[in-house]
């Protein structure tokens, strides 16, 4: 797990969110478009598809995760991103080369890179931001190659605000021809949401509520938006993702119903999952 996740407690994930959910149980699609399933426990596919959740986008982002989220790729709902992270950035160049080839040898059973990123916490742990930019830059040259999406993991800290890391990785983005970036667990401001809907990339909303997450959404178009749960780090698992989808309805004053229809639809278009949808049962 990235040593960021640790910081949010599942403690009482439910009872507070309990209050936000519609009362009628939906059965319209919805889709997840970023999770560990490979850390996720006790959320079976019969789970999955009784709560409709068809597409979960589960990242990698260290060569253990990659190894068992590529595993999970026979799934029906599961989809794999697989890269790696800023969290992982200290690997050598022999276990970097290992891991873009695994990568390379497995496009096609992912749908995309992730997660990669930067995160400015962890230079304060000894990972460098070069070192960061170093492996970000060769994850999104991949993303470029293979003509696939790239999921981003993003975080200030210290004399770095949110808008200046998000700055550096556009940049990135931008030198190496990536079109297709989702900013997983957005948690960037007005201008930056602004910024993301100039370049065309999408945000991901995690399960948690804040005023300011509530200002963000109401400032980007709902085509921009997908829903996540990052579970277990967040979310206990995808069955949470109901919960970031009742967020995005309340800000954009839409029906829950609507709001379902509308993310997996993006979902699902961002990362081509009708063009890699799998037979429904396999392994169920
Ligand atoms: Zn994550």
Redesign the pocket.
């Known amino acids: 797990m990235?040593p960021f996740?640790q910081m949010i407690s599942n403690k009482n994930f439910n009872e507070r969110y309990e209050a936000f959910l519609p009362d009628q149980k939906s059965r319209i699609e919805l889709a997840d478009a970023?999770?560990?399933m490979d850390a996720v426990a006790n959320c079976t596919t019969k789970d999955l598809i009784a709560n409709s959740i068809l597409t979960v986008i589960s990242?990698g982002?260290t060569p253990d995760s990659n190894a068992a989220t590529l595993k999970l790729s026979d799934n029906c709902c599961i989809f794999p991103a697989l890269a790696i992270g800023p969290d992982s950035a200290l690997i050598s160049e022999e276990e970097l080369q290992k891991s873009i080839e695994l990568i390379k040898a497995n496009s096609g059973k992912i749908v995309a890179i992730g997660?990669a990123g930067i995160d400015y916490t962890l230079a304060e742990h000894g990972i460098s931001i070069e070192k960061q930019k170093y492996i970000f830059t060769k994850m999104a040259m991949l993303a470029s190659e293979l003509s696939i999406p790239i999921s981003i993991?993003c975080r200030e800290a210290g004399q770095i605000t949110y808008s200046e890391a998000l700055a550096s990785i556009i940049n990135i983005l931008k030198d190496c021809n990536v079109e297709k970036a989702h900013f997983?667990?957005f948690n960037g401001g007005i201008d930056d949401v602004k910024e993301i809907e100039r370049n065309n990339y999408f945000i991901s909303v995690p399960p948690l509520r804040s005023a300011k997450r509530m200002r963000v959404l109401s400032a980007i178009p709902i085509q921009n938006i997908m829903a996540e749960t990052?579970a277990p780090?967040v979310g206990k698992s995808p069955l949470d993702v109901k919960f970031s989808v009742q967020l995005i309805a309340e800000a954009k004053h839409i029906s829950y119903e609507d709001a379902c229809r509308a993310i997996t639809e993006n979902t699902k278009a961002f990362f081509n999952i009708e063009t890699k949808k799998k037979p429904m049962l396999r392994n169920y």
């Open positions: 990235p996740s970023h999770a560990h990242n982002g997660e993991h997983h667990f990052d780090a």
